[in-house]
């Protein structure tokens, strides 16, 4: 016979379970309350790295299943996360950033049971279907990266109270949780460190100034040439290949001196070193290039790119982690978090 003391279940564990595990039976085997595993389960941070170790082994060891379907007609929950991205598909599936995001997002989820779908939007179309959806309560709860200024969905969503956390810092001021990189003091990095080495004419591919990282990674730059009294040569794109090769071949149009160029992504440096050694610039003698990312395509550029690291899975996680506090309606200690960048020296720079 088993008793029970301070809602632990004693002895419990040397009684066979037989048919479906229940979150009971859990609960005895991991010699922890009812609530205790119910939180394990949907995935709350309040509990402790122990409780939840024993947790989770006690459900490998009965082969514990949720009953999904019939929590949420209690609950009113489906388990479900979006992922929303306001991107081509092309660019999301080209460009590591976004990899790196959707793993930590992924690594996260799966430790809640929870369902991760993926939703792009590109055109007002697209978001006006998506927003209906989302609305229609058919997730619990609404990620979204690379936002662009003007659009409403997050707002729409939380007034209608659907949890939304986002990646990187929105344009402008507002009130949301999100993560973001500390990406204008990275930049300040990149840039002092062109100057401390004497480049004095060090332009910048800048990114898209209608989303917070393209405004801040600019607002970095700016910061460390007027420490150093250096003048601006700025030329802008969008975070592309592509665009950081029309936006090198703008710059050497007008600027064929400058002798350094800090670029808004990797992606964006690697077009721009293609232009440097067509137009037959040596890297980094005649032209110093850094990037921002630190993504797997900077350690294999050639010359190897000296970049600011951004952890793109940190931030993933983190934004999976506010979530599901949110929709467990518990409290947080941070909506907003800032993660450190820093600068990963090779031979670009």
């Given at each position: 016979m088993s008793v029970s003391e301070g809602g632990r279940a004693v002895g419990a564990?040397?009684?066979?379970?037989?048919?479906?595990?229940?979150l009971e039976a859990v609960?005895?085997?991991?010699?922890?309350?009812?609530?205790?595993?119910?939180?394990?389960?949907?995935g709350s941070p309040k509990v402790s790295a122990k409780a939840r170790d024993a947790v989770l082994r006690a459900v490998e060891e009965l082969g514990y299943v949720p009953n999904r379907a019939a929590?949420?007609?209690?609950?009113?929950?489906?388990?479900?996360?979006?992922?929303?991205?306001?991107?081509?598909?092309?660019?999301?599936?080209?460009?590591?950033?976004?990899?790196?995001?959707?793993?930590g997002i992924g690594s996260a989820l799966s430790e809640t049971g929870l369902q991760l779908i993926l939703a792009m939007a590109q055109t007002r179309e697209d978001h006006e279907r998506l927003e209906t959806y989302l609305a229609g309560r058919h997730v619990d709860g609404v990620l979204m990266i690379s936002m662009h200024g003007g659009d409403?969905?997050?707002?729409?969503?939380?007034?209608i109270g659907v949890p939304v956390v986002l990646g990187g810092r929105p344009p402008g001021a507002a009130s949301v949780s999100y993560v973001d990189a500390d990406n204008r003091a990275g930049a300040r990095q990149a840039v002092r460190y062109l100057a401390e080495r004497g480049r004095r004419r060090i332009a910048a591919i800048a990114g898209p100034q209608d989303m917070g990282v393209g405004v801040d990674r600019l607002a970095g730059y700016r910061d460390a040439l007027a420490a150093a009294e250096l003048p601006e040569l700025v030329a802008y794109g969008d975070f592309s290949e592509q665009s950081g090769v029309e936006a090198m071949r703008a710059?050497?149009?007008?600027?064929?001196?400058?002798?350094?160029?800090?670029?808004?992504?990797?992606?964006?440096?690697?077009g721009a070193m293609r232009v440097l050694r067509e137009q037959g610039r040596s890297i980094p003698g005649d032209v110093a290039v850094i990037g921002f990312d630190d993504s797997p395509v900077a350690a294999h550029a050639d010359p190897p790119l000296t970049t600011v690291h951004q952890?793109?899975?940190?931030m993933g996680r983190q934004m999976a982690h506010l979530l599901?506090?949110?929709?467990?309606?518990?409290?947080?200690?941070?909506?907003?978090?800032i993660l450190d960048t820093h600068l990963v020296v090779r031979a670009s720079a």
């Open positions: 564990e040397h009684q066979p379970v037989s048919g479906r595990p229940t609960a005895a085997r991991a010699g922890v309350g009812r609530g205790t595993v119910s939180r394990v389960i949907n929590r949420s007609l209690v609950t009113r929950r489906t388990d479900t996360v979006a992922l929303v991205v306001s991107e081509s598909e092309e660019r999301i599936f080209a460009e590591p950033y976004f990899a790196g995001i959707i793993r409403p969905l997050w707002e729409r969503l939380e007034r710059l050497l149009a007008e600027h064929g001196d400058l002798d350094a160029v800090f670029t808004a992504s990797d992606p964006m440096a690697v952890p793109a899975e940190q599901v506090t949110r929709i467990n309606g518990e409290r947080s200690e941070q909506s907003v978090l």
